[in-house]
Protein backbone atom coordinates (compact mmCIF):
# COMPACT_ATOMS: atom_id res chain seq x y z
CA UNK A 1 0.00 0.00 0.00
CA UNK A 2 1.03 3.75 -0.18
CA UNK A 3 2.99 5.00 2.60
CA UNK A 4 4.85 7.66 3.94
CA UNK A 5 8.08 7.81 5.48
CA UNK A 6 9.80 10.46 7.55
CA UNK A 7 12.99 10.85 9.53
CA UNK A 8 14.70 11.63 11.99
CA UNK A 9 12.16 10.18 14.70
CA UNK A 10 13.33 12.63 17.24
CA UNK A 11 15.71 15.74 16.68
CA UNK A 12 17.44 17.85 19.18
CA UNK A 13 18.83 21.28 18.06
CA UNK A 14 19.95 24.11 20.06
CA UNK A 15 17.84 27.22 20.78
CA UNK A 16 18.59 29.35 17.79
CA UNK A 17 19.64 27.03 15.66
CA UNK A 18 17.39 25.46 12.38
CA UNK A 19 15.96 22.26 12.14
CA UNK A 20 14.85 19.85 9.29
CA UNK A 21 12.64 17.11 8.94
CA UNK A 22 12.38 15.12 5.45
CA UNK A 23 9.46 12.91 4.32
CA UNK A 24 9.33 10.96 1.20
CA UNK A 25 5.99 9.42 0.07
CA UNK A 26 5.27 6.44 -2.72
CA UNK A 27 2.60 7.72 -4.54
CA UNK A 28 2.75 9.50 -7.36
CA UNK A 29 -0.24 11.03 -8.00
CA UNK A 30 -0.32 12.56 -4.45
CA UNK A 31 -0.43 16.05 -4.87
CA UNK A 32 -1.09 17.84 -1.81
CA UNK A 33 1.22 17.92 1.74
CA UNK A 34 0.37 19.38 4.84
CA UNK A 35 2.54 19.00 8.30
CA UNK A 36 1.15 19.11 11.56
CA UNK A 37 2.69 20.53 14.83
CA UNK A 38 1.19 18.20 17.78
CA UNK A 39 2.16 19.05 21.32
CA UNK A 40 1.30 16.73 23.90
CA UNK A 41 -2.15 15.52 25.02
CA UNK A 42 -3.49 17.44 22.10
CA UNK A 43 -5.06 17.36 18.68
CA UNK A 44 -2.50 18.36 15.79
CA UNK A 45 -2.76 22.22 14.33
CA UNK A 46 -1.30 22.75 10.17
CA UNK A 47 1.48 24.73 10.74
CA UNK A 48 1.89 24.85 7.03
CA UNK A 49 1.34 23.06 3.38
CA UNK A 50 2.26 22.41 -0.41
CA UNK A 51 0.42 21.73 -3.08
CA UNK A 52 2.31 19.98 -6.08
CA UNK A 53 2.39 22.78 -8.42
CA UNK A 54 4.93 24.75 -6.05
CA UNK A 55 8.28 23.94 -5.54
CA UNK A 56 8.14 26.31 -1.95
CA UNK A 57 6.61 27.62 0.57
CA UNK A 58 7.42 30.00 3.26
CA UNK A 59 5.43 31.29 6.50
CA UNK A 60 8.05 33.32 8.51
CA UNK A 61 10.26 30.99 10.39
CA UNK A 62 8.97 27.82 8.73
CA UNK A 63 9.05 27.03 5.00
CA UNK A 64 8.31 23.74 3.18
CA UNK A 65 10.26 22.49 0.17
CA UNK A 66 9.02 19.58 -2.55
CA UNK A 67 10.78 17.52 -4.72
CA UNK A 68 8.31 15.72 -7.02
CA UNK A 69 10.59 13.82 -9.32
CA UNK A 70 11.89 12.40 -6.12
CA UNK A 71 8.98 12.06 -4.06
CA UNK A 72 10.55 13.82 -0.92
CA UNK A 73 9.31 16.95 1.19
CA UNK A 74 11.15 18.62 3.94
CA UNK A 75 9.93 21.05 6.60
CA UNK A 76 12.71 23.75 7.76
CA UNK A 77 12.10 25.47 10.95
CA UNK A 78 14.85 28.73 11.54
CA UNK A 79 15.78 30.25 14.24
CA UNK A 80 13.94 27.73 16.33
CA UNK A 81 12.65 28.60 20.01
CA UNK A 82 11.43 26.84 22.85
CA UNK A 83 7.78 26.83 21.95
CA UNK A 84 8.83 24.86 18.69
CA UNK A 85 9.37 21.55 21.12
CA UNK A 86 6.85 19.30 19.81
CA UNK A 87 5.75 16.14 17.65
CA UNK A 88 5.71 17.01 13.91
CA UNK A 89 3.62 15.21 11.26
CA UNK A 90 3.79 15.29 7.73
CA UNK A 91 1.13 13.64 5.49
CA UNK A 92 0.69 13.36 2.05
CA UNK A 93 -2.92 12.74 -0.61
CA UNK A 94 -3.54 9.71 -1.66
CA UNK A 95 -6.32 8.70 -4.32
CA UNK A 96 -9.39 11.01 -4.83
CA UNK A 97 -11.11 10.53 -1.99
CA UNK A 98 -9.87 13.54 0.17
CA UNK A 99 -7.91 11.20 2.53
CA UNK A 100 -4.25 11.47 3.88
CA UNK A 101 -1.33 9.10 4.69
CA UNK A 102 0.75 10.05 8.13
CA UNK A 103 4.28 10.33 8.65
CA UNK A 104 5.11 8.41 11.96
CA UNK A 105 6.18 11.87 13.16
CA UNK A 106 9.35 13.29 14.58
CA UNK A 107 9.66 14.62 18.46
CA UNK A 108 11.87 18.25 17.98
CA UNK A 109 13.44 19.11 21.26
CA UNK A 110 14.95 22.49 21.83
CA UNK A 111 17.59 22.58 23.96
CA UNK A 112 18.39 25.83 25.65
CA UNK B 1 -16.14 30.00 18.91
CA UNK B 2 -15.80 27.88 15.67
CA UNK B 3 -13.73 24.57 15.87
CA UNK B 4 -13.94 20.78 16.45
CA UNK B 5 -15.21 19.55 19.95
CA UNK B 6 -14.60 15.94 21.00
CA UNK B 7 -15.69 14.78 24.69
CA UNK B 8 -14.68 13.41 27.00
CA UNK B 9 -11.16 13.94 27.34
CA UNK B 10 -10.69 10.54 29.24
CA UNK B 11 -12.87 7.17 28.68
CA UNK B 12 -12.96 4.20 30.62
CA UNK B 13 -13.94 0.89 28.73
CA UNK B 14 -14.56 -2.18 31.35
CA UNK B 15 -14.35 -5.49 29.36
CA UNK B 16 -16.93 -6.38 27.08
CA UNK B 17 -18.56 -3.15 26.97
CA UNK B 18 -19.27 -0.11 24.09
CA UNK B 19 -18.35 3.45 24.59
CA UNK B 20 -19.24 5.82 22.41
CA UNK B 21 -16.89 9.37 21.36
CA UNK B 22 -18.50 12.62 20.37
CA UNK B 23 -17.04 14.39 18.04
CA UNK B 24 -18.93 18.10 16.81
CA UNK B 25 -18.23 20.42 14.67
CA UNK B 26 -19.41 23.95 13.89
CA UNK B 27 -17.40 24.78 10.99
CA UNK B 28 -20.07 23.80 7.98
CA UNK B 29 -17.35 21.15 6.78
CA UNK B 30 -18.90 18.38 4.43
CA UNK B 31 -15.93 15.67 5.62
CA UNK B 32 -15.74 14.22 8.64
CA UNK B 33 -12.69 11.93 10.04
CA UNK B 34 -11.82 9.71 12.91
CA UNK B 35 -8.45 9.03 12.99
CA UNK B 36 -6.24 6.37 16.07
CA UNK B 37 -2.99 7.34 17.50
CA UNK B 38 -1.01 4.91 19.23
CA UNK B 39 2.90 5.91 20.74
CA UNK B 40 6.09 6.71 18.21
CA UNK B 41 3.15 6.10 15.61
CA UNK B 42 1.29 8.42 13.04
CA UNK B 43 -2.22 8.44 12.57
CA UNK B 44 -4.21 5.63 11.36
CA UNK B 45 -7.91 6.27 9.33
CA UNK B 46 -10.80 4.55 10.89
CA UNK B 47 -13.73 5.92 9.04
CA UNK B 48 -15.11 8.76 7.40
CA UNK B 49 -17.76 10.41 5.99
CA UNK B 50 -18.03 12.83 3.14
CA UNK B 51 -21.55 13.40 3.10
CA UNK B 52 -24.63 12.68 5.73
CA UNK B 53 -25.96 9.41 5.79
CA UNK B 54 -22.86 7.96 4.29
CA UNK B 55 -19.75 6.44 5.50
CA UNK B 56 -16.89 4.60 4.28
CA UNK B 57 -14.30 2.31 6.02
CA UNK B 58 -10.45 3.24 6.81
CA UNK B 59 -7.49 1.35 7.29
CA UNK B 60 -8.58 -0.15 10.79
CA UNK B 61 -12.11 0.13 10.82
CA UNK B 62 -12.62 -3.61 12.59
CA UNK B 63 -13.98 -3.27 16.14
CA UNK B 64 -15.19 0.42 15.52
CA UNK B 65 -18.82 1.76 13.80
CA UNK B 66 -19.85 5.20 13.73
CA UNK B 67 -22.92 7.24 12.10
CA UNK B 68 -23.33 10.31 10.15
CA UNK B 69 -27.21 11.56 10.68
CA UNK B 70 -26.39 15.01 11.02
CA UNK B 71 -23.66 17.25 8.78
CA UNK B 72 -22.38 18.79 12.46
CA UNK B 73 -21.54 15.29 14.29
CA UNK B 74 -20.01 12.05 14.02
CA UNK B 75 -19.57 9.94 16.80
CA UNK B 76 -17.67 6.78 16.58
CA UNK B 77 -18.50 3.37 18.54
CA UNK B 78 -15.70 1.32 19.88
CA UNK B 79 -17.26 -1.88 19.94
CA UNK B 80 -16.56 -5.00 22.59
CA UNK B 81 -15.26 -6.56 19.48
CA UNK B 82 -11.93 -3.97 18.86
CA UNK B 83 -9.48 -5.88 21.40
CA UNK B 84 -6.71 -3.61 22.20
CA UNK B 85 -8.98 -0.10 21.99
CA UNK B 86 -6.31 2.26 24.57
CA UNK B 87 -5.67 4.82 22.28
CA UNK B 88 -5.64 8.53 21.73
CA UNK B 89 -8.42 8.48 18.93
CA UNK B 90 -8.96 11.95 16.67
CA UNK B 91 -11.62 13.72 15.25
CA UNK B 92 -10.95 16.03 12.07
CA UNK B 93 -13.41 17.99 9.58
CA UNK B 94 -12.68 19.43 6.03
CA UNK B 95 -14.21 21.10 3.33
CA UNK B 96 -14.96 19.23 -0.32
CA UNK B 97 -13.95 21.17 -2.83
CA UNK B 98 -12.40 20.29 -6.09
CA UNK B 99 -8.71 20.17 -4.23
CA UNK B 100 -8.33 18.39 -1.43
CA UNK B 101 -8.63 20.50 1.65
CA UNK B 102 -7.30 20.71 5.00
CA UNK B 103 -8.22 18.74 7.65
CA UNK B 104 -8.93 20.55 11.04
CA UNK B 105 -8.76 18.75 14.27
CA UNK B 106 -10.63 18.14 17.70
CA UNK B 107 -8.86 17.78 21.04
CA UNK B 108 -8.94 14.36 20.94
CA UNK B 109 -10.19 11.91 23.45
CA UNK B 110 -7.99 9.21 25.21
CA UNK B 111 -9.28 5.86 25.66
CA UNK B 112 -8.28 3.32 28.78
CA UNK B 113 -9.15 -0.23 29.65
CA UNK B 114 -10.05 -0.85 33.14
Known amino acids: GENVEQHPSTLSVQEGDSAVIKCTYS??????FPWYKQELGKGPQLIID???NVGEKKDQRIAVTLNKTAKHFSLHITETQPEDSAVYFCAASVGSNYQLIWGAGTKLIIKP | DGGITQSPKYLFRKEGQNVTLSCEQNLNHDAMYWYRQDPGQGLRLIYYSQIVNDFQKGDIAEGYSVSREKKESFPLTVTSAQKNPTAFYLC?????????????FGPGTRLLVL
Open chain 2, 92 to 104: ASSLISGLIETQY
Open chain 1, 27 to 32: DSASNY
Open chain 1, 50 to 52: IRS
